[in-house]
């Protein structure tokens, strides 16, 4: 396939989003579908940068970090200028950090991704990433804090701030919400993207709701914890906070920075990992932390273990069933289950950053399968552009198009010029 595409177009072709994205220290998704800076967007915007530009990548990490709130919580978007095309905007969110913001978090990869930047350019970036180090550890402190069950697994209070929407891991979850109150709104996305393409209008109800909860106790860790009916132990945020700890305190250590009591954090974090185990589906899944009820759910999050440096017995045989069942691996759904949809969200598409964050966790524990995920989706891209996700059956773009964190990917990782 090298001598039919050119891959050097392509790399050029990447660097041109990250800079139509660029909005002067920091991105955007895309234009139009999300015109605000994202959390874990930015850290795979940052890797993205640093194969060319490392000053520019730790400008995205800098900025992302302006916007944490005094306790810690790095905020899911920051609202650095007011964009009527999104919705729900600063105006409803009404977060309390030193930027408008929204008041939840996102899955925790800067700190994996800092490691990566640091390792890439050493003398470059020590400077940095000395003052951003502390301000990663509370943030993780936060989440031990606030977003851990009783066994130690990571939850999330909110189906957006696991960055995976709609999987259908929620649907128990948010069926036990009425959402009173929520009123008539008018959603944005979809005059973006094909509806099908995006959550249905019984989710999005839901999603306001729960935002409109937050407001109401301004935001009050303490109390949300109390009354939100939404908490959910997700193997997303628990198997990459489990890494990204881990890449915190390497970096803690090369900076010789105070890396007392990680150890033990990690040890707690592979007790909650452990607790995400699905005996009866053979699986690590979610589960609903109110009812005490697993979503059944095998999807690519459950895939994320051998990133944490968990090898559990089983899974690779998911792996290749799943990738088994498509051409363009790794669905976020399983096919097998009826709740799939190739093009709906997170209720079936592959992503590039999931297959990113399975594959480098393969290779990591010397598994060979995490090489064809990486070729499977450098022909995705390859052949249908930097889609926001793709149809896991014919590699069909969806969602949004010219997507920061695809172009990201493709640059540290699927293309073959990858610099490291």
């Not at 989003?17 to 994202?38: A, F, H, K, M, S």
């Not at 977003?147 to 957006?160: E, L, N, Q, S």
């Not at 919400?177 to 959603?187: A, D, K, W």
């Not at 935002?211 to 939404?230: H, R």
Request: charged share 25%; glycine share 10%.
């Amino acid at each position: 396939m090298r001598d039919m595409v050119d891959y050097e177009a392509l790399d050029a072709e990447a660097r041109r989003i990250l800079e139509l994205n660029d909005r002067g220290g920091y991105t955007v998704p895309t234009d139009g579908l999300y015109p605000y800076q994202w959390n874990w967007d930015s850290a795979f915007a940052a890797y993205g940068f640093a194969q060319y530009d490392v000053n520019r990548a730790w400008e995205e990490m800098e900025t992302l970090f302006s916007g944490q709130w005094d306790s810690g919580m790095v905020p899911h978007i920051l609202f650095h200028q007011v964009d009527e095309r999104y919705f729900p905007g600063p105006d409803v969110w009404q977060g309390i950090g030193p930027i408008p913001s929204s008041g939840i978090s996102q899955p925790p990869v800067a700190a994996t991704f800092a490691r990566r930047i640091f390792e890439l350019a050493p003398e470059e970036s020590r400077a940095r990433l000395t003052p951003l180090w502390p301000r990663m550890r509370a943030w993780h402190r936060w989440f031990l804090d606030w977003r851990t069950d009783d066994a130690g697994a990571i939850c999330v209070t909110h189906p957006w701030e696991a960055g995976r929407d709609n999987t259908p891991e929620w649907d128990g979850p948010l069926k036990r919400i009425e959402p009173f109150g929520v009123g008539e709104y008018t959603r944005r996305d979809t005059s973006h993207v094909d509806p099908a393409m995006r959550p249905t209008k019984f989710d999005y109800d839901r999603y306001i709701w729960l935002v409109n909860q937050g407001v109401s106790v301004n935001w009050d860790d303490a109390e949300l914890k109390q009354i939100n009916p939404f908490r959910v132990a997700d193997p997303t945020m628990t198997f990459l906070l489990l890494r990204a700890h881990r890449d915190l305190m390497a970096l803690g250590t090369a900076l010789g920075q105070d890396v007392s009591g990680m150890e033990a954090e990690i040890a707690a974090l592979e007790a909650g990992a452990a607790s995400l185990w699905n005996e009866r589906l053979g699986c690590y899944d979610a589960r609903d932390v109110v009812t005490g009820e697993w979503a059944g759910c095998v999807s690519s999050a459950s895939f994320l273990c051998w990133g944490a440096g968990i090898d559990q017995p089983g899974m690779i045989e998911h792996l290749r069933r799943v990738n088994g069942a498509v051409r363009y691996g790794v669905p976020s759904h399983d096919p097998e289950s009826p709740r799939f949809e190739p093009k709906r969200y997170w209720r079936g598409p592959s992503w590039a950053i999931m297959n990113y964050l399975i594959a480098t966790g393969l290779d990591a524990m010397g598994k060979p399968e995490g090489e064809a995920i990486r070729v499977n989706t450098r022909e995705a891209i390859a052949g249908r552009g930097f889609a926001e996700y793709f149809d896991p059956h014919t590699g069909d773009p969806a969602g949004g198009g010219t997507f920061t964190w695809t172009a990201a990917v493709w640059l540290g990782w699927a293309s073959p010029n990858v610099k490291g």
